[in-house]
DNA sequence: CGGACGTTTCGACGACGATCGAAGCATATC
DNA sequence: GATATGCTTCGATCGTCGTCGAAACGTCCG
C-alpha cells in the first residue's frame, strides 16, 4: 500500500555507499561542487549526477547554481540530524577495531560540525559546562545557560547576552557522531568555538574540519574548566 | 575515509520496504513473534525470518525465544529515535499529488494502529486533546492524563482509574506515518478507540485497518472536543 | 510417539539499480 | 565564434538482493 513511502524511500537513498560518502562530505553543512562530491565517493560524474538528483528530489539535498558550478548542500539541519541518529545504530558484534589514519584520529579528537566544536574534545567541554553548572540541559535538545555559566563565558570575552538566539534557541544538544554523546552547538556553540580560536586556544584547519588543540589550549580548558585530554596525536585510535 | 563503515549499511537495512514495515510495527517498543511481523509486512514466514536475521544482525532488532515464538523487538531506544528522525526527511517537491486510491484515502483519514486510532483523525482527536489540557506531553514519550481529562473521558463512559497501565505507563504518544505528528497510544488510546466505537461515532472495518466517522460522531468530536475533520471521500488527496 | 505449528535454511528465479562510455548542454575563457 | 570545463542525460551491462517453494528443525499437544 506504500502508506510509507518516504520511510523506506529516504534509507534507501542512504543505503547506497556512493551517496553515503558524499552525504557524510557535506555533513558539517558546507556545500560542495558535483566534481568534489563525484570525488568524493570514488566515482565517475555521471554517475554522481545521478546520485544528487535522486538525493535532491527525496529532499536530502538543495543546490545552487552558480556560474558553471553547482553547489550542494544538506537540505537542512533535520536531515544532519537524522544522519547522526542513524549513525547511532551500530552492528551488534564487536566490530574489529579498524587502524585508523592519522588523520581520522585527530578528526574524531577534535573537529568543527558547522560552525561549532565537535568530537571527543566538543564532548568533553560540554560535560564539563554541565557539570560545573554553567550550562544544563533542557527541553527539546536545548541548553539553558545558567548566571554563573553567563560569568563563565563572559571571562573569555564571550558576551552571552549578545548572543542573538534563533528560532531553534541559544544553545542547543548536537549529537556527536563518532562520541555517541551530545556537544554545544547553537549560536553560543558557534561564538564558544570562534572564541577559543581567536584566544589561541584552539586552531582550525582550512582544507579539512580538523580542530588542533594548541598547548595553551590545553593548559586553559584544564585550569578553567577541569578538562583533560590527550591530543590526537596520543591515542590509541 | 570510512569512519562509518556501518552507515550505509545501517541505512540499507531500512530501505527495505517489507524491512521497514517490520520496524514500523514494532516502532511503539513492543516485542512481536516472527510471524505477525511477517503478516504486517505482506510477506512470507521464509522471506520475513531472512529479514530478520539481517536486521538482528545490524543491531537494529533484539530477540527472546519462548516457546516455538520468537518475539523480535527494537535493540533500544537509540533506533526508534532513529526512525522517527528518519521520517522527517520528505521529498521537497510537493510530489505531484498521486491520485490515491479510495482505500489509500480512507486508511489516511482514519485507521486503527494496533487497537488505537490513528490518522488525519487520530492525530486531530490527540491534538485537540492536549489543547483542552485533558492530556500533557510527559517524558519518554508519554501523555499524562489531567484531573480535567479524566472526568472528560468520564462522560464518555470511560473509566481511566479503571484501566491498567501497563510498564510502559497508560497513554502514550504514537508516530503517526502519514501525518508526522504523534497519536494517542497505550491503554488509554485502546479504551479510547473502544469507547467511540461502542457509542457508534467510528465504525471498524472488519477486513482492513479503516476506521470510519459516522455522521453522529462528527457531530460529537466537534462539539466535545472542537475537532473539525472532513470525511475521506470529500478529501482531495 | 506422531501430528500440528512456528520458524529457519536452501536453492532458484527475477527485477531493480549502480555503474560507466558516449553524447548533449550550459557556462566560462580566449 | 571556437574551445575547454563542469555537469547532466541516454543507453547498455552486470551484480546484488528480495522473493517464494520446498524442506528441515524445534517446540507444543494429544
Redesign the interface.
Known amino acids: ?4 513511502p ?3 524511500g ?8 556512493a ?2 560518502a558524499m552525504l ?1 562530505a557535506l555533513i558539517d553543512g558546507r556545500a560542495l561542487p558535483a566534481g568534489e562530491l563525484a570525488y568524493a565517493a570514488g566515482i565517475t560524474a555521471q554517475t554522481a549526477s545521478s546520485h544528487l538528483a535522486k538525493l ?5 539535498l ?1 543546490v545552487e547554481t552558480e556560474g558553471r558550478h553547482r553547489y550542494y548542500r544538506l ?1 537542512g539541519a ?2 544532519a ?3 547522526e ?9 564487536p ?1 574489529r577495531r ?1 587502524a ?2 592519522p ?2 584520529r585527530e ?2 579528537f577534535a573537529r568543527c560540525c558547522y560552525d561549532h566544536l565537535a568530537g571527543q574534545l566538543g564532548v568533553a567541554a560540554t560535560c564539563a559546562l554541565q557539570e560545573k553548572g554553567f550550562i544544563v540541559p533542557a527541553e527539546d535538545k536545548k541548553f539553558d545557560v545558567t548566571a554563573a555559566g553567563a560569568a563563565w563565558f563572559g571571562g573569555l570575552g564571550l558576551d552571552v547576552k549578545a548572543l542573538r538566539p534563533t528560532r531553534r534557541g541559544l544553545a542547543r544538544q548536537c549529537l556527536d ?2 562520541e555517541r554523546s551530545h556537544h554545544l552547538a547553537g549560536p553560543l556553540g558557534v561564538a564558544f568555538l570562534k572564541t577559543l580560536c581567536d584566544a589561541g586556544w584552539l586552531r582550525r584547519s582550512r582544507a579539512s574540519r580538523i580542530v588542533q588543540l594548541t598547548p595553551r589550549g590545553r593548559l586553559e580548558l584544564k585550569e578553567r574548566l577541569g578538562v583533560e585530554v590527550q591530543p590526537a596525536s596520543e591515542l590509541a585510535g
Open positions: 500500500m506504500s502508506l510509507l518516504s520511510f523506506a529516504v534509507a534507501s537513498l542512504i543505503a547506497d555507499p551517496r553515503a557524510i535532491l528530489d527525496g529532499g536530502l538543495r537540505a533535520h536531515v540530524q537524522a544522519l541518529h542513524l549513525a547511532t545504530i551500530r552492528p551488534t558484534e566490530v579498524k585508523r589514519t588523520q581520522a578528526l574524531r557522531w563518532t
